[in-house]
């Protein structure tokens, strides 16, 4: 997931049939001072199977002078507005740039696919994919230099060999180290997937906010906020909060008095980087968690405060807006 200081403007890669299926997604903006390569190499098909497991963690390294973002520890990045189309069994993909911010030398060489998860990714955690397309291969990227734009180009899709069910939809980069391909950087596109298990996969439209008594629904539904505990000073008894909505952008929940707040939660989209701020306050030093969902894209994150913290939960990075 990326953070970006600059409004990108999506890509549309070529004329196909009006039931294709499109997504999009932003990567980081790219830093200045970085020159393309004098030579884009042209898109090459990797002969994978469909539907490959992709268990590999990234390989060990420091990303060079970035600015903490979504993945901070990425030094070959994916940046810029990134989209995807399809129809049957063929489709392309463009992102506007893939840099390499490490110091020296070359990367190994790369590749780039479209593949889906059933599990939102976590950086530094196996990854569990399947391939939804081939992929291009990009030769090693010299240190300070960046590709840019890598389109695609027309490249087989795999959806009708993935299982059914829902899917996040990941642009997804991959370096061969020693042999080893190691993901270094993705960007998770706005909306879902869903695939039948035979004829292909479709966009899903994310579910707008309904509120109740515990969910809590901000900035006109598009995020839903929910609440829950663990008192560590009652035995670890655990409960769901109660929600109170304050204004469209502001929330607090509380558990024993609507009178008394345990923490509030503020998102804001008054923002210089193309991201959603999230700000949690806490009232209380006992242990809770705080779930917030865009229902607009799908993106969700659950944070957590451990028992006895005392400090504001601040994430200016995560939610991709608008």
Avoid at 35 to 57: C, D, F, I, N
Wanted: with cysteine; proline share 6%; glycine share 10%.
């Amino acid at each position: 997931m990326k953070r970006a200081a600059f409004v990108f403007l999506v890509t549309l890669l070529a004329t196909v049939p009006a039931s294709a299926d499109e997504a999009q997604g932003t990567g980081r903006a790219p830093r200045g001072g970085l020159p393309a390569v004098p030579y884009m190499p042209g898109p090459q098909l990797v002969p994978e199977a469909p539907g490959r497991l992709e268990p590999t963690a990234p390989s060990a390294g420091v990303s060079a002078g970035r600015t903490p973002l979504g993945q901070p520890q990425c030094a070959i990045c994916l940046g810029g507005a990134a989209s995807v189309q399809w129809s049957a069994s063929s489709g392309s993909f463009h992102v506007d740039s893939v840099s390499n911010y490490r110091s020296s030398g070359f990367s190994g060489s790369l590749d780039l696919k479209m593949v889906v998860t059933a599990a939102q990714p976590t950086w530094g955690q196996t990854i569990t994919s399947r391939d939804l397309s081939a992929s291009v291969s990009l030769n090693p990227l010299q240190a300070g230099y960046m590709y840019s734009p890598v389109n695609s180009g027309t490249l087989s899709f795999y959806g009708s060999s993935i299982p059914a069910g829902q899917y996040f939809l990941l642009m997804f980069l991959r370096e061969n180290v020693s042999g080893t391909w190691y993901y270094v950087d993705w960007i998770q596109m706005n909306n879902k997937v869903s695939c039948d298990g035979y004829s292909g996969c479709t966009v899903v439209q994310a579910p707008g906010c309904i509120e109740d008594a515990y969910t809590m629904c901000l900035l006109g539904g598009r995020y839903r906020a929910t609440g829950r505990w663990k008192n560590q000073y009652a035995g670890g008894a655990q409960a769901n909060l109660w929600k109170a909505k304050l204004t469209d952008v502001t929330g607090a929940f509380w558990i024993a008095n609507s009178d008394t707040y345990e923490f509030m939660v503020r998102i804001s989209t008054a923002t210089d980087n193309g991201r959603a701020w999230v700000s949690i306050l806490t009232f209380t030093d006992v242990e809770f968690w705080v779930t917030i969902t865009d229902t607009v894209n799908g993106q969700s994150k659950e944070y957590h405060s451990s028992p006895g913290n005392r400090t504001l939960i601040f994430d200016p990075t995560f939610f991709i807006y608008p």
